[in-house]
């Protein structure tokens, strides 16, 4: 997998790079604000672009600009957005479209074993939402009206489902059988109102539905 | 020659021919008001029996505003005096505003200087006359006596023409036409000052009751300086947010990602120089992240300012590269606010002399003994520090006048730069 990152304080850039190194995974360029890193993957194509929110030279939300332009520019490129905080906002102008998106704070690269797996789902155009972002949404969802009618499990199930996880993650992590997620994941589409199609895709429905709920 | 030059400059110079003007005009004009107040007062008086008769008074006050607001524009104009406009009466719909125009003192005092005005404004006027037409006169006497004269038949029969005399004696030839253009000059040399001070009393009348009253102009500092309080500490929230974002956070998120290549390290069996130096970069990420944080929590409340201000300003003099003498009398403790403002002064002050000064030693003098902190900084440095043009000493001002205190810099090119503070 080739990575570009995009971060300014070089402790956390070189710390990054190093650490993704130790994992296998192959930094292409690490660069310190958005210029650069526009430039950087239009170099090097690389499979994710991990991009700080806070970039010189206003230090607000220059990375979530340069992810936006980079989303639009280059659609097969996975976009994962690197941040010391969350910000609601910020997610919810990223996840019109969730495919091949991230969302996750900085300290989850502690656990690099998770790190490098929300990187690689990412890379395969899948989602990867830090549990911090799904509460902050879902906490900010009690108005929507469709989610209300989704019981406590099903919101937790969807809760992760929207972070990025298989039915197999999901299972183990509720320490449920995957059998029982699927019938949860069932009952959430027919109650979102999902016609069945192609299953991945509704996955990614589901998670946009449910956005559109903490956006009413 | 070059004498003369300068005189008719400042005769005839362009500040001298605006007050000039400005004193041509005033009386006209204060006439005008004068007997336009007066008529609509009277008129609405008597008709104040009607409703028309608070509409006339109404619109008189306003008119009597108007004529205030045309006053202040003509002395800032012509006189470069500026009079601050007071806040104007505003109400919502027209009985509103008849209400507020008749209820509120603003009106009445423009009213009541509408009223005075044409007694001031006749001294301008006297000095006008005084000064230019009778300079402009008997300086040109020797050319004019021709328009102005009266023939005199002598008992020897001879004829003279007197244009002037005084107490008989008789201006009627050179050189004795020498002693009106002198006088003349003379006149014209004096009129710009003459017609200064005879201005003084129009202008104290006009500032006095055009300008804002003493309560508007509270007010006024009070709403500046609240803005300023509520901009200020919202900056330093901001500020504060941004340090720890990008300071300490940061410090603290290297170190655990550190820690987590040492792990990973640990793990590969990597050899053992690589681990420690993982171990060091660590380390140093949070001594520094301690650092920063001290450094943090010192701008914002110095853990030692609770000891008191003298302590406080030991630690700060001990602390700057300069050789601070301090010195403190305080037999009241003030107030914790006082207190922070107090110190952060001193700080900003020191730090001013660092980097500014070129001096190497600077004393602090505080003395609190139940009524306002005085506050002294004085460095032996080369001086020019003023308040304003970007200045840190701005801000100060501003930070002080959130608690109503005072700061003075006097600071002549040079040197010495003493700054003084007081706090209530």
């Not at chain 2, 008997?138 to 006596?145: A, D, I």
Request: aromatic share 4%; hydrophobic share 50%.
């Amino acid at each position: 997998m080739r990575v570009v990152i995009a971060e300014d304080s070089a402790i956390l850039r070189d710390g990054l790079a190093q650490l993704l190194r130790l994992r296998d995974v192959e930094v292409v360029a690490a660069v310190a604000d958005a210029e650069a890193l526009l430039a950087a993957v239009a170099e090097h194509a690389p499979d994710v672009a991990v991009v700080d929110v806070r970039l010189p030279p206003d230090q607000s939300d220059e990375g979530v600009r340069a992810a936006l332009r980079l989303r639009q520019e280059h659609p097969g490129l996975g976009v994962l957005v690197f941040s010391q905080y969350v910000e609601t906002a910020h997610a919810a102008r990223l996840l019109t479209d969730p495919a091949g998106f991230g969302y996750l704070l900085k300290e989850r690269v502690v656990d690099i074993g998770e790190f490098v797996g929300a990187l690689e789902r990412v890379a395969a155009g899948g989602t990867a939402l830090d549990p911090e972002v799904v509460a902050q949404l879902f906490g900010a969802s009690r108005r929507a009206t469709a989610l209300d009618s989704l019981t406590p499990r099903e919101r937790e199930v969807l809760g992760r489902m929207a972070e990025g996880r298989t039915n197999h993650a999901i299972a183990t992590a509720l320490t449920i059988s995957e059998r029982a997620v699927e019938k949860h994941v069932a009952n959430i589409f027919t109650k979102l109102d999902l016609p069945p199609s192609d299953t991945g895709h509704r996955r990614v429905l589901a998670v946009l539905k449910y956005l559109e709920g903490t956006r009413a | 020659m070059n004498r003369l030059r300068s005189l008719a400059a400042a005769t005839f110079g362009r500040r001298a021919l605006a007050a000039l003007l400005f004193a041509v005009i005033a009386f006209p004009l204060a006439l005008v008001g004068f007997v336009l107040v007066l008529v609509g007062l009277a008129v609405g008086g008597v008709l104040s029996v009607t409703t028309l008769g608070l509409w006339l008074i109404a619109g008189t006050v306003r008119g009597a505003l108007a004529l205030g607001a045309l006053q202040r524009a003509l002395a800032r104009g012509l006189l470069g005096v500026e009079i601050e406009a007071p806040t104007p009466p505003t109400g919502a719909g027209v009985l509103g505003w008849r209400r507020a125009v008749l209820g509120e003192r603003t009106g009445w005092r423009a009213v009541g200087c509408a009223l005075a005005t044409p007694f001031t404004a006749v001294l301008g006027l006297l000095a006008v006359v005084a000064g230019y037409v009778y300079g402009v006169l008997l300086t040109l006497h020797p050319l004019l006596k021709h328009l102005n004269h009266r023939t005199v038949h002598h008992a020897d029969g001879s004829v003279s023409q007197v244009s002037l005399e005084f107490f008989g004696y008789q201006v009627d030839s050179w050189p004795r036409w020498l002693i009106p253009v002198a006088v003349g000059l003379l006149l014209l040399a004096v009129a710009p000052v003459l017609v200064r001070h005879a201005l003084t009393p129009h202008r104290l009348l006009l500032a006095a009751l055009l300008g804002p009253s003493a309560a508007d102009r509270r007010i006024r500092a009070l709403e500046e300086t609240r803005a300023h309080a509520v901009e200020d500490a919202a900056a330093t929230l901001r500020r504060i947010e941004r340090d720890l974002h990008d300071g300490t956070q940061a410090r603290l998120v290297g170190l655990a990602m550190h820690l987590t290549v040492i792990g990973e390290l640990v793990t590969a069996d990597a050899d053992r120089d690589r681990v420690l130096a993982a171990v060091d970069t660590a380390r140093s990420n949070a001594t520094q992240a301690i650092a920063d944080l001290r450094h943090l929590v010192k701008g914002i409340h110095p853990p030692v300012l609770d000891e008191g201000l003298p302590a406080a300003l030991a630690t700060l003099a001990a602390d700057s590269p300069l050789s601070v003498h301090v010195t403190t009398d305080i037999r009241v403790r003030p107030t914790p606010a006082v207190e922070s403002i107090a110190y952060f002064c001193a700080a900003e002050l020191l730090a001013n002399a660092t980097k500014h000064s070129g001096a190497d030693s600077a004393t602090v003098t505080v003395t609190a003994d139940g009524g306002p902190l005085r506050l002294r900084v004085a460095d032996a440095g080369r001086g020019g520090a003023v308040i304003g043009a970007g200045s840190g000493l701005t801000g100060l001002l501003a930070r002080v006048r959130t608690v109503d205190g005072t700061l003075v810099c006097d600071s002549p090119e040079g040197g010495p730069t003493v700054v003084t503070v007081e706090l209530p």
